[in-house]
T-cell receptor, first 117, second 110 residues
Framework: NAGVTQTPKFRVLKTGQSMTLLCAQD?????MYWYRQDPGMGLRLIHY???????AKGEVPDGYNVSRLKKQNFLLGLESAAPSQTSVYFC????????????????FGPGTRLTVL | SQQGEEDPQALSIQEGENATMNCSYK?????LQWYRQNSGRGLVHLIL?????REKHSGRLRVTLDTSKKSSSLLITASRAADTASYFC??????????FGPGTRLSVLP
């Protein structure tokens, strides 16, 4: 099993450009999450999904959109990148969430380092 | 606002010593988890403790939970240089997601 994979690993954008980050998991997990991590801070939740075809906003959703067309994939889009979106982005998945009685252990991808100039 | 807050922000110890990190949170939780992050890598799950548990062990790790004080501690015994990493607590307040603290940076010196 590859676990959780993210592409690309690194990306440099100019202000106003758009891009899509791809997260894929092969563990048949229901829940998937996108976080951003900035220096000296923990992870902040951007968007999450509790199943195929569903998405919800997290703590810092502005400027981002997501889609979960297939259970194994969770896409994070930046329509018009801004320097404030320079960060490391992590995707994670869990088999089930706490509300569904699952253990909630999150499996993380290796991250995407994004720089917006 | 962040649910979990780790303390201290940074910790430096000698190899072989024990390392203790603390996490405080604000609201009732369903469970609390600890994660490790090596530099430049994703987070790795270490241990989960449920709200009805008080202590849990996994190898050299010992986690305690005091729901009356809304706090948890992570103890790493007989530390090794390979334990050098950032450690995060994450709380689940019966919701569909988790809130992470800012982390404790642990340096284990050989």
């Amino acid at each position: 099993n590859a676990g959780v994979t993210q592409t690309p690993k690194f990306r440099v954008l100019k202000t106003g450009q758009s891009m899509t980050l791809l997260c894929a998991q092969d563990m048949n997990h229901e829940y998937m999450y996108w976080y951003r991590q900035d220096p000296g801070m923990g992870l902040r939740l951007i968007h999450y999904s509790v199943g195929e075809g569903t998405t919800a906003k997290g703590e810092v959703p502005d400027g981002y959109n997501v889609s979960r067309l297939k259970k194994q994939n969770f896409l994070l889009g930046l329509e018009s990148a801004a320097p404030s979106q320079t960060s490391v982005y992590f995707c994670a998945s869990t088999l089930l969430g706490a509300l569904a009685g699952g253990p909630g252990e999150q499996f993380f991808g290796p991250g995407t380092r994004l720089t917006v100039l | 606002s962040q649910q979990g807050e780790e303390d201290p922000q940074a910790l430096s110890i000698q190899e072989g010593e024990n390392a203790t990190m603390n996490c405080s949170y604000k609201t009732s939780i369903n469970n609390l988890q600890w994660y490790r992050q090596n530099s430049g890598r994703g987070l790795v799950h270490l241990i989960l403790i449920r709200s009805n548990e008080r202590e849990k062990h996994s190898g050299r790790l010992r986690v305690t939970l005091d729901t009356s004080k809304k706090s948890s501690s992570l103890l790493i015994t007989a530390s090794r240089a390979a334990d050098t990493a950032s450690y995060f607590c994450a709380t689940d307040n019966y919701g569909q997601n988790f809130v992470f603290g800012p982390g404790t940076r642990l340096s284990v010196l050989p």
